[in-house]
């Protein structure tokens, strides 16, 4: 009884959502005419032509009937009504459904300047930001402290992915790396999902494919996981163990990008170790601004 209410309520709020989206389109802007001097919202007979929905089924939906709106439905209405991904994104979990995949958007390698101020912000803890297909595209002077390959590598192998398996001081860096690495793959499968044709997904995919058996094997079991926050052991040649706290993040307004920052436990002798680091070892940040 309680899910059934649930699932009403939430027709309820599209169908509410929708109505007032209907009265705020503007008619000149979908190539309609003005009714007399209103200039602005759409009839529902204008809607379920533009949006090739029954007019019938339409009315009920706005009046919050008990009906089940399918994706294709919502997708098209979504259209009509100019909806944001923001707002799409809302009508679809309303109805149960998955945010839409951007599979066609462009991947933007650089960050917004206030991204890498908010980084540079962070100080003493490393931090750096990947984009949607797992490069590199900005780090703080702590985060190179950590590991001074990301700001000399090419910036064609940035790629988070690509350095975890074919970097060998890296390897060395993380005591751990089989479980690491093993863990990244199958989070890059699950943050990828129906990406992995384009292009970005794919030439990455098959350069380590050809470069390492180890990161063939993890690929071809097909593992699923995802990126969390978790307690990180690293192995530094000059600090030596620094036991640290991966903090995982996603930017509400940057949703293609994924932030990961690394604290010092405070039950260990890690916040001086990571100081003595920071302070001695960092060159100035060269991520791309």
């Given at each position: 009884?309680?899910?059934?209410?649930?699932?009403?309520?939430n027709v309820?709020?599209?169908?509410?959502?929708?109505?007032?989206?209907?009265?705020?389109?503007?008619?000149?802007?979908?190539?309609?005419?003005?009714?007399?001097?209103?200039?602005?919202?759409?009839?529902?007979?204008?809607?379920?032509?533009?949006?090739?929905?029954?007019?019938?089924?339409?009315?009920?939906?706005?009046?919050?009937?008990?009906?089940?709106?399918?994706?294709?439905?919502?997708?098209?209405?979504?259209?009509?009504?100019?909806?944001?991904?923001?707002?799409?994104?809302?009508?679809?979990?309303?109805?149960?459904?998955?945010?839409?995949?951007?599979?066609?958007?462009?991947?933007?390698?650089?960050?917004?300047?206030?991204?890498?101020?908010?980084?540079?912000?962070?100080?003493?803890?490393?931090?750096?930001?990947?984009?949607?297909?797992?490069?590199?595209?900005?780090?703080?002077?702590?985060?190179?402290?950590?590991?001074?390959?990301?700001?000399?590598?090419?910036?064609?192998?940035?790629?988070?992915?690509?350095?975890?398996?074919?970097?060998?001081?890296?390897?060395?860096?993380?005591?751990?790396?089989?479980?690491?690495?093993?863990?990244?793959?199958?989070?890059?499968?699950?943050?990828?999902?129906?990406?992995?044709?384009?292009?970005?997904?794919?030439?990455?995919?098959?350069?380590?494919?050809?470069?390492?058996?180890?990161?063939?094997?993890?690929?071809?079991?097909?593992?699923?996981?995802?990126?969390?926050?978790?307690e990180r052991?690293?192995?530094?040649?000059?600090?030596?163990?620094?036991?640290l706290e991966?903090?995982?993040?996603?930017?509400?307004?940057?949703?293609?990008?994924?932030?990961?920052?690394?604290?010092?436990?405070?039950?260990?002798?890690?916040?001086?170790?990571?100081?003595?680091?920071?302070?001695?070892?960092?060159?100035?940040?060269?991520?791309?601004?």
């Open positions: 009884m309680g899910e059934a209410w649930v699932v009403m309520r309820a709020l599209i169908g509410d959502f929708f109505r007032v989206r209907r009265g705020q389109l503007v008619r000149a802007e979908l190539g309609l005419p003005a009714e007399g001097r209103r200039t602005s919202g759409l009839r529902r007979e204008e809607v379920s032509y533009l949006s090739g929905v029954s007019i019938t089924w339409y009315t009920w939906l706005e009046q919050g009937r008990d009906i089940t709106p399918s994706r294709q439905v919502l997708d098209a209405l979504a259209r009509t009504m100019r909806l944001s991904a923001a707002e799409h994104a809302y009508v679809l979990s309303l109805a149960g459904y998955a945010a839409p995949q951007l599979a066609t958007d462009p991947i933007h390698h650089a960050v917004p300047a206030h991204m890498q101020q908010f980084l540079d912000a962070l100080a003493g803890y490393p931090a750096y930001a990947i984009t949607s297909d797992w490069w590199i595209s900005a780090w703080n002077t702590a985060c190179v402290a950590l590991y001074p390959n990301i700001a000399t590598v090419a910036a064609a192998d940035r790629n988070l992915l690509w350095l975890l398996f074919t970097d060998p001081y890296l390897r060395e860096l993380v005591p751990d790396w089989e479980f690491i690495s093993r863990h990244n793959v199958a989070a890059f499968r699950a943050k990828a999902g129906p990406r992995l044709a384009d292009p970005h997904f794919s030439q990455l995919v098959g350069r380590l494919l050809n470069a390492s058996e180890t990161f063939r094997t993890a690929w071809e079991s097909h593992g699923i996981e995802a990126l969390t926050s978790r052991l690293f192995r530094h040649p000059v600090v030596g163990d620094l036991h991966q903090h995982s993040m996603v930017p509400s307004d940057h949703s293609d990008l994924h932030l990961v920052i690394y604290t010092p436990m405070r039950s260990r002798d890690a916040p001086a170790r990571l100081r003595q680091l920071v302070d001695t070892r960092a060159p100035p940040t060269t991520s791309p601004r």
